[in-house]
């Protein structure tokens, strides 16, 4: 049990920290997905904001989704949510704090595909490039063409190679100025997501800190609970199994030997196998078990254990000894007046 | 329980370091994403400043916000500022210099953006190319008030077929720079002389309440921590009964009779002392709301 309390302690204590990795690698592959992705812009008037905007808005969509997904909560989330109520209430608060937590680290790799995306230029260049403001930039003279026109020659302003209206409008002027939109609205963004984060953050130890910690404490509990009961179904299934084949193989030695009469040795080793079954010991029972704790889990209140002598514990309060001798030391302020 | 001592030193005498680290990754950070950011002045009139100015202070607030989120005394303090008094009174000290050292560390990052773009001078240029005096530039002294606002808005960008090979546009862009690096050096050396300053004055006052100060912000965070470890402890345990007291009720259901109670004993007693009587919902939940209202006086005679 002691391999299993440091296991245990290691993923509690690094849980956050390995979420946070995970949200990091996440972070650093969009940045990775968006250098080696061959920007094509089409450079035709109704598919460049098409083409901008899908490139902008879909792969954070992709990301956010894979957040979910690789994060192993999710099922847990889900499991606690849908189960039926039986004799434990279900906190909404604590559903509440996992969704939030999860969603939080999701959006990670999402906003730093968008703000890279922006901060670089190309996506909105392409995207805007038939709604840049004429007068402001355009050359005094220009021959009059018809709308669609003047639409076909700005859409080609991302593709310098085969752009052709440096009388009407000079390439760099254009994509100048759309690169400084684009950078300005790259930098806000990440501006108010940062302002955001901060509020969140700063804001919850001054309004819900008591309801925080219960509900981090509950969603531990709920992760440590079915990592536990995994664990012990394991070693259940395993002394199950010892017994069963422990029982086969008397059952085959009894047969054989009808006639004969050798002592039947109950080894040590099939005597704690068999404890450990906890008293379950046939299918129909192990299934009943495994219906029993997803339909009907549990309450959230230990009984004092069945010992022989008077002295249990009373329930209430605390128990009559300390669990660790006091120290000696004391602390207490001091102020220098 | 010399595990635990051992992993809390380390995380005593290393909380400041770990804070130092991310301190000196954020600001590696700064100077890499200026580094690998395309400055694209958009060398019109109007637009020059708000980007050139806009290029130099905007990313400082968002890495000092970067700063205070990724701090996690920043949060330790907030939660001593907001607590209810209870039975261990606030000491204002101890948050102003919690506060102090977390507004130091954050500002780091910001800083080196700043003077790295002032002492690479393109924000500078493109911010005010446009305010210079056109009469002391051969080139600009003569062209009508409104095309020498175009003009001058044209200077940082050097590929502009008008400024291709304009020596005016040179001069004007080698005094803006040159002031831009006069201020970022000036810059940087207020603030190294600010901050020996205050190192090397510091112990002249006050030092007795510095250290009391220093000594309790320590201990809040580490109390904090261990109250994080001790819950984690406590949930394992608690779940761990949990699931046994499941595992036996089903066995009253079924009546078997063959195998006798598992785990009494030794075991079961030292568990049930680590759950120290609390083994209910409702017991749980009381402890963490009196834990957050009302925090123990810091008295362990």
């Given at each position: 049990?002691?391999?299993?309390?440091?296991?245990?302690?290691?993923?509690?204590?690094?849980?956050?920290?390995?979420?946070?990795?995970?949200?990091?690698?996440?972070?650093?592959?969009?940045?990775?997905?968006?250098?080696?992705?061959?920007?094509?812009?089409?450079?035709?008037?109704?598919?460049?904001?098409?083409?901008?905007?899908?490139?902008?808005l879909v792969p954070p969509f992709i990301l956010f989704l894979l957040g979910f997904v690789l994060n192993n909560n999710i099922s847990m989330l889900a499991e606690e949510w849908r189960r039926p109520q039986g004799q434990r209430g279900k906190d909404p608060a604590v559903l509440r704090y996992m969704f939030c937590s999860m969603a939080q680290r999701a959006m990670i790799a999402p906003v730093v595909w968008v703000s890279v995306t922006l901060l670089d230029g190309k996506c909105i260049t392409c995207a805007f490039c038939t709604s840049v403001p004429m007068e402001i930039l355009g050359n005094g003279s220009h021959p009059h063409l018809s709308q669609g026109e003047i639409q076909r020659v700005l859409a080609r302003i991302p593709c310098k190679e085969i752009y052709n209206g440096q009388e009407l409008i000079a390439n760099e002027v254009a994509v100048r100025y759309l690169h400084c939109i684009s950078q300005a609205l790259g930098w806000c963004f990440v501006l108010l997501m940062t302002v955001m984060a901060f509020l969140v953050r700063?804001?919850?130890?001054?309004?819900?800190?008591a309801a925080f910690l219960k509900s981090r404490y509950w969603s531990h509990y709920i992760d440590i609970e079915r990592k536990l009961f995994d664990e012990t179904c394991a070693e259940h299934a395993r002394s199950f199994a010892k017994v069963c084949i422990q029982q086969f193989f008397e059952g085959m030695s009894t047969d054989l030997h009808t006639h004969c009469h050798l002592p039947r040795k109950a080894p040590a080793d099939a005597r704690e196998a068999a404890e450990k079954l906890l008293g379950i010991t046939d299918q129909g029972t192990m299934n009943m078990a495994l219906k029993s704790w997803h339909r009907c889990k549990p309450p959230l209140k230990l009984h004092p254990p069945a010992l022989p002598t008077g002295n249990g514990w009373a329930g209430e309060g605390q128990p009559p000894m300390h669990p660790c001798a006091p120290r000696r030391e004391t602390a207490a302020y001091y102020s220098c007046v | 329980m010399d595990r635990f001592r051992m992993i809390f030193q380390y995380f005593q005498s290393s909380s400041e370091s770990v804070m130092n680290g991310i301190c000196g990754l954020l600001a590696l950070a700064s100077v890499?994403?200026?580094?690998?950011?395309?400055?694209?002045?958009?060398?019109?009139?109007?637009?020059?400043?708000?980007?050139?100015?806009g290029i130099m202070f905007v990313p400082p607030v968002i890495l000092f916000l970067c700063g205070l989120i990724l701090n996690r005394q920043s949060l330790v303090m907030l939660e001593e500022w907001r607590r209810p008094q209870g039975r261990r009174k606030k000491d204002l000290a101890?948050?102003?210099?919690?506060?102090?050292?977390?507004?130091?560390?954050?500002?780091?990052?910001?800083?080196?953006?700043?003077?790295?773009?002032?002492?690479?001078?393109?924000?500078?240029?493109?911010?005010?190319?446009?305010?210079?005096?056109?009469?002391?530039f051969v080139g600009f002294a003569n062209v009508s008030p409104v095309q020498v606002q175009q003009l001058?808005?044209?200077?940082?960008?050097?590929?502009?077929?008008?400024?291709?090979?304009?020596?005016?546009?040179?001069a004007v862009s080698r005094y803006?720079?040159?002031?831009?690096?006069?201020?970022?050096?000036?810059?940087?050396?207020?603030?190294?002389?600010?901050?020996?300053?205050?190192?090397?004055?510091?112990?002249?006052?006050?030092?007795?309440?510095?250290?009391?100060?220093?000594?309790?912000?320590?201990?809040?965070?580490?109390?904090?921590k261990i109250f994080e470890e001790t819950c984690c402890e406590h949930s394992r345990l608690f779940a761990h009964k949990c699931v046994?007291?499941?595992?036996?009720?089903?066995?009253?259901?079924?009546?078997?009779?063959?195998?006798?109670?598992?785990?009494?004993?030794?075991?079961?007693?030292?568990?049930?002392?680590?759950?120290?009587?609390?083994?209910?919902?409702?017991?749980?939940?009381?402890?963490?709301?009196?834990?957050?209202?009302?925090?123990?006086?810091?008295?362990?005679?």
């Open positions: 049990m002691d391999k299993f309390r440091m296991i245990f302690q290691f993923f509690q204590s690094n849980q956050e920290s390995f979420m946070n990795g995970i949200c990091g690698i996440m972070a650093l592959a969009s940045t990775q997905m968006y250098s080696a992705f061959d920007f094509n812009c089409p450079c035709l008037p109704h598919y460049n904001l098409a083409y901008g905007l899908g490139i902008l700063s804001l919850r130890p001054c309004f819900s800190q | 890499k994403m200026y580094t690998s950011f395309d400055f694209s002045c958009p060398c019109l009139p109007q637009y020059n400043m708000a980007y050139g100015l101890v948050i102003r210099y919690m506060c102090s050292s977390i507004m130091q560390r954050a500002m780091v990052a910001p800083v080196v953006w700043i003077v790295v773009t002032l002492l690479d001078g393109k924000c500078l240029i493109c911010a005010f190319s446009s305010s210079m005096d056109p009469e002391n001058l808005a044209k200077v940082p960008c050097k590929d502009d077929e008008l400024m291709k090979n304009n020596t005016s546009r040179k803006l720079r040159c002031w831009s690096q006069a201020l970022g050096w000036s810059i940087l050396l207020i603030l190294i002389i600010a901050a020996f300053l205050a190192r090397w004055l510091r112990p002249f006052f006050n030092q007795a309440i510095l250290l009391q100060a220093r000594h309790w912000s320590n201990y809040i965070d580490i109390e904090q046994l007291h499941f595992f036996e009720s089903m066995k009253q259901e079924i009546k078997l009779h063959s195998f006798s109670l598992p785990r009494e004993g030794e075991g079961a007693e030292r568990e049930g002392d680590l759950l120290r009587g609390i083994t209910d919902q409702n017991k749980v939940n009381k402890l963490l709301k009196t834990w957050y209202c009302e925090k123990p006086p810091l008295d362990v005679s």
